[in-house]
Nanobody
Framework: VQLQASGGGLVQAGGSLRLSCAAS????????MGWYGQAPGKQRELVAT???????VYADSVKGRFTISRDSAKTTVYLQMSSLKPEDTAVYYC?????????????????WGKGTLVTVSS
């Protein structure tokens, strides 16, 4: 299973960006997909996750500003980022957890994509 993220870039404070992450490979279903952010000098932290049934979890710092969603095939996850702040600057990593590669093969270990850099200027 591979995760390919895209959509990062440089944006001014108050602006918007949309991140995308497509999962590929042998996939039957993915229980949870999400985004984690790692700011310079800090640990990687949860930004938002979404389950197969659409249940979402957000970090308090992004509630009301970011929206996570999945496509109809449930293998691509998006993060719509609005009202961006300089403190949102981070490398954003896509994550997939609870992956069924076939109807019988379940993988508990998370998969990570390469990060995409989001820089918000003041």
């Amino acid at each position: 299973v591979q995760l390919q993220a895209s959509g990062g870039g440089l944006v001014q404070a108050g602006g918007s960006l949309r991140l995308s992450c497509a999962a590929s490979g042998s996939i039957s279903s993915i229980s949870v997909m999400g985004w984690y952010g790692q700011a310079p000098g800090k640990q990687r932290e949860l930004v938002a996750t979404i389950t197969l049934r659409g249940r979402t979890v957000y970090a308090d710092s992004v509630k009301g500003r970011f929206t996570i969603s999945r496509d109809s095939a449930k293998t691509t996850v998006y993060l719509q980022m609005s009202s961006l702040k300089p403190e949102d600057t981070a490398v954003y990593y896509c994550n997939a957890q609870g992956v069924w590669t076939t109807a019988r093969d379940y993988h508990d270990s998370p998969y990570w994509g390469k990060g995409t850099l989001v820089t918000v200027s003041s």
